[in-house]
């Protein structure tokens, strides 16, 4: 299983970006995906989960702000991020292989596969 995070960058606070993650080597219509950050210091923070039925879990702290998404047919994770603040910086990385249905809140633990991460820079 291969996970490669892609769409990060820098982008001005109240902005909007979208991040991707393309799936390969597994079955990932058949487990949650998710969505997961880090900074430097702090402990990694279950963001957003999709199960295969198309349910989705999100943190408190983005909840109205980021959808998630899936293109089955593209083996494709998304992660939408709108009125974006500078606490949302951090490094985003996508994880699969996860439950039937998703956490909450959004458990790293219970992910098996992850990608390297794509980094995230909301400035004011």
């Known amino acids: 299983a291969q996970l490669a995070e892609s769409g990060g960058g820098s982008v001005e606070a109240g902005g909007s970006l979208r991040i991707s993650c393309s799936a390969s080597?597994?079955?990932?219509?058949?487990?949650?995906m998710g969505w997961f950050r880090q900074t430097p210091g702090k402990e990694r923070e279950g963001v957003a989960c999709?199960?295969?039925?198309?349910?989705?879990t999100y943190a408190d702290s983005v909840k109205g702000r980021f959808t998630i998404s899936k293109d089955n047919a593209k083996n494709t994770l998304y992660l939408e991020m709108n009125s974006l603040k500078s606490e949302d910086t951090a490094m985003y990385s996508c994880a699969a292989n996860g439950p039937n249905r998703c956490p909450a809140p959004v458990d790293g633990k219970l992910f098996t596969s992850w990608g390297q991460g794509t980094q995230v820079t909301v400035s004011t």
């Open positions: 080597g597994g079955y990932y219509s058949l487990y949650s």
């Open positions: 999709i199960a295969p039925d198309g349910s989705t």
